[in-house]
């Protein structure tokens, strides 16, 4: 029998050797969140059939959306554990202040609780994504400028992917591990050490649908992954328009994912802090690379918590290609690629 693994073992073993226990601790408790969220939505498609969702349950209370309650389940686990000194949730317009009442840690969690959920009610993959920044003062209470860094300064990112089986992958800058959660024993095994992205790459994702408000050069850059050039690569289309299982895919299989900006949505849809920024940082620990089509998402630094980006991210030459395709564009060299 093969060696079995456990997260906590993983993370106490490969602890970054600036770590004092809190970071540790705190990817362990991001991981209990995250087999407590998975319990819950492997129960949605049972929630018409047992009664649990809609209305209330016996003590009359409502019953909350999934990623209502994904949220508050990732709140409750980390604001108290004097770990953090803040929060930022995709759920909630203003930033998590850790309560006086509790110690402040050094740390700043950002996270997307549950990502894709337009495909909950069709039992399609949805995922949980987080990231950790090491906070600007430590000597403070936790503000707002602790969460604006750019990507390129977290400490750990990672997501959680509710599939066929729930999987954890995060990365603490010492390349991307993943883990799967073995329900019979509820603990996350290790099943996937050192993720790299293959070369060459299989697959491309994105909604074509938004072919029309697209800017020229991401449209010659579609036309060009879609195989309408000489050099165009030999890629096939995956889209599941759940971020998460998108990203995973294309990270075993190789690939690039694409939310170009849009005629009227200059600024992309997804969000920077929580979503992009930390795919991010694990596709760079892959070996690869992920843009807004100018500049490295690494090296963005946020302006406001919910800030929205456009983003490409895969395999770096795929990611270089469509930065030379905007870039010409915006030479009014157009005519030329
Ligand atoms: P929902 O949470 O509304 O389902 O949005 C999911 C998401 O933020 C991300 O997970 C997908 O990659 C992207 O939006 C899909 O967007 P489109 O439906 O516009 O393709």
Same mark, same amino acid.
Not at 7 to 13: A, C, M, P, T, V
Not at 52 to 74: H, R
Not at 91 to 115: C, F, Q, T
Not at 280 to 289: T, V
């Given at each position: 029998?093969?060696?079995?693994?456990?997260?906590?073992?993983? /993370?106490?073993?490969?602890?970054?050797?600036?770590?004092?226990?809190?970071?540790?601790?705190?990817?362990?408790?991001?991981?209990?969140?995250?087999?407590?969220?998975?319990?819950?939505?492997?129960?949605?498609?049972? /929630?018409?059939?047992?009664?649990?969702?809609?209305? @209330?349950?016996?003590?009359?209370?409502?019953?909350?959306?999934?990623?209502?309650?994904?949220?508050?389940? /990732?709140?409750?686990?980390?604001?108290?554990?004097?770990?953090?000194?803040?929060?930022?949730?995709?759920?909630?317009?203003?930033?998590?202040?850790?309560?006086?009442?509790?110690?402040?840690?050094?740390?700043?969690?950002? %996270?997307?609780?549950?990502?894709?959920? @337009?495909? /909950?009610?069709?039992?399609?993959?949805?995922?949980?994504?987080?990231?950790?920044?090491?906070?600007?003062?430590?000597?403070?209470?936790?503000?707002?400028?602790?969460?604006?860094?750019?990507? =390129?300064?977290?400490?750990?990112?990672?997501?959680?992917?509710?599939?066929?089986?729930?999987?954890?992958?995060?990365?603490?800058?010492?390349?991307?591990?993943?883990?799967?959660?073995?329900?019979? %024993?509820?603990?996350?095994?290790?099943?996937?050490?050192?993720?790299?992205?293959?070369?060459?790459?299989? %697959?491309?994702?994105?909604? @074509?649908?938004? %072919?029309?408000?697209?800017?020229?050069?991401?449209?010659?850059?579609?036309?060009?992954?879609?195989?309408?050039?000489?050099?165009?690569?030999?890629?096939?289309?995956?889209?599941? =328009?759940?971020?998460?299982?998108?990203?995973?895919?294309?990270?075993?299989?190789?690939?690039?994912?694409?939310?170009?900006?849009?005629?009227?949505?200059?600024?992309?849809?997804?969000?920077?802090?929580?979503?992009?920024?930390?795919?991010?940082?694990?596709?760079?620990?892959?070996? =690869?690379?992920?843009?807004? =089509?100018?500049?490295?998402?690494?090296?963005?630094?946020?302006? @406001?918590?919910?800030?929205?980006?456009?983003?490409?991210?895969?395999?770096?030459?795929?990611?270089?290609?469509?930065?030379?395709?905007?870039?010409?564009?915006?030479?009014?060299?157009?005519?030329?690629?």
């Amino acid at each position: 029998m093969s060696t079995v693994t456990t997260i906590e073992r993983f /993370i106490l073993e490969h602890q970054p050797e600036y770590a004092r226990g809190e970071l540790t601790t705190l990817l362990y408790d991001v991981a209990l969140a995250a087999k407590i969220i998975a319990h819950k939505t492997n129960r949605a498609g049972l /929630i018409d059939i047992l009664g649990e969702a809609g209305a @209330s349950n016996v003590q009359g209370e409502a019953q909350q959306k999934l990623d209502i309650y994904a949220d508050e389940i /990732i709140k409750q686990l980390c604001d108290h554990t004097g770990r953090l000194c803040l929060m930022v949730s995709e759920e909630r317009e203003e930033a998590i202040a850790i309560p006086d009442r509790y110690h402040k840690g050094s740390y700043v969690l950002v %996270y997307d609780p549950l990502d894709g959920s @337009s495909n /909950i009610d069709v039992n399609v993959s949805i995922g949980t994504i987080f990231g950790i920044y090491r906070c600007v003062d430590e000597q403070r209470r936790g503000r707002v400028e602790d969460a604006l860094q750019p990507p =390129g300064h977290l400490v750990a990112a990672g997501y959680v992917l509710y599939g066929a089986s729930t999987m954890l992958v995060y990365s603490t800058g010492d390349g991307v591990h993943g883990f799967t959660l073995n329900p019979e %024993y509820g603990e996350f095994l290790l099943s996937h050490p050192n993720m790299h992205l293959p070369d060459p790459p299989a %697959y491309f994702s994105v909604n @074509s649908s938004y %072919y029309a408000r697209w800017s020229p050069g991401v449209r010659r850059f579609l036309d060009w992954l879609q195989g309408m050039n000489p050099d165009s690569p030999n890629l096939s289309a995956r889209y599941i =328009g759940s971020l998460v299982a998108d990203f995973h895919r294309n990270l075993l299989r190789g690939g690039i994912f694409c939310y170009p900006a849009e005629s009227e949505r200059d600024e992309g849809k997804l969000r920077l802090l929580y979503e992009a920024g930390p795919l991010a940082f694990l596709i760079a620990q892959a070996g =690869g690379h992920a843009s807004d =089509g100018r500049q490295a998402i690494l090296e963005i630094t946020p302006t @406001s918590l919910h800030q929205r980006t456009a983003l490409f991210i895969g395999n770096r030459p795929l990611v270089e290609r469509v930065e030379a395709f905007i870039r010409l564009e915006e030479e009014g060299d157009a005519q030329t690629y």
